[in-house]
């Protein structure tokens, strides 16, 4: 990167959100054990921005020779608005089937303790897009992919119940997402010059794991 300024420096900000629906039919292999067969899709979106604003609005001589601010040599955008240098966004939407074990591992009273295990096989559709500012010009790319990748998701729970149809419960929740595409690992597969930006492709090797405590109310009928 050029820097106007010698003490510049870059800010990044990275953000990632998650979105997951499934459908499982249950089958009840003995009064503790039950089997899960479903469908699941997910959607997994990661987002890394690269930012370097600068301390004040003195225009560089090697830009623009003359008694501007950065804010008027700004070509192609709103006064006061700077691209970010580096913005790169991935998108992974996963459909697949899944199988699962849901155990009953200790009743006491209205208490029991229950644990989930599922594991499946999805096709990724994977999409990976990069804007690279230079001169305060952005320069886009995009490229996209299919492949597969392996989702598993544990899952501990302590419920309490209330009545017959409804319980109280807390827990502990892990999903591990293997061969997703993810925002940094996409800096390798994007090509530049002095005038354009190419993407080479998807890396889609990246892992992922979520986890974290759970709490809510489970209703039967």
């Known amino acids: 990167q ?3 300024f010698p003490y ?4 990044w900000k990275s953000t990632t959100n998650l979105y997951n629906a499934e459908a499982n039919g249950r089958l009840d292999l003995s009064s503790r054990v039950t089997m899960l067969v479903g469908f699941r899709w997910l959607q997994l979106n990661d987002n890394l921005q690269g930012t370097l604003a600068p301390a004040d609005l003195t225009a560089p001589t090697w830009k623009q020779n003359c ?3 950065l804010f008027q040599i700004t070509p192609g955008g709103p006064a006061g608005n700077y691209p970010p240098f580096w913005n790169t966004g991935t998108t992974n939407n996963l459909y697949g089937v899944q199988i ?3 155990v ?8 029991s ?3 989930l295990i599922k ?3 999805f096709d990724n559709n994977a999409e990976q897009s990069t804007g690279v500012s230079m001169r305060k010009v952005v320069y886009p790319s995009q490229a996209m992919t299919n492949h597969a990748a392996f989702i598993s998701e544990a899952d501990l729970q302590l419920k309490y119940q209330v009545n017959k149809g409804l319980a109280l419960k807390v827990g502990y929740k892990a999903l591990w997402l293997d061969g997703v595409a993810l ?5 390798q597969e994007t090509s530049t010059t002095p005038s354009s930006v190419r993407a080479l492709g998807v890396n889609r090797g990246s892992r992922v794991l979520f986890q974290g405590a759970t709490a809510g109310l489970e209703c039967s009928f």
Request: proline share 3%; with cysteine.
């Open 2 to 4: 050029t820097q106007d």
């Open 8 to 11: 510049q420096a870059m800010a």
């Open 67 to 69: 008694n501007c601010t």
């Open 100 to 102: 699962g074990m849901d």
């Open 104 to 111: 009953k591992m200790l009743e006491l009273g209205r208490f």
């Open 113 to 115: 303790l229950d644990g």
């Open 119 to 121: 594991i499946g096989i």
């Open 183 to 187: 925002a940094p690992g996409q800096i």
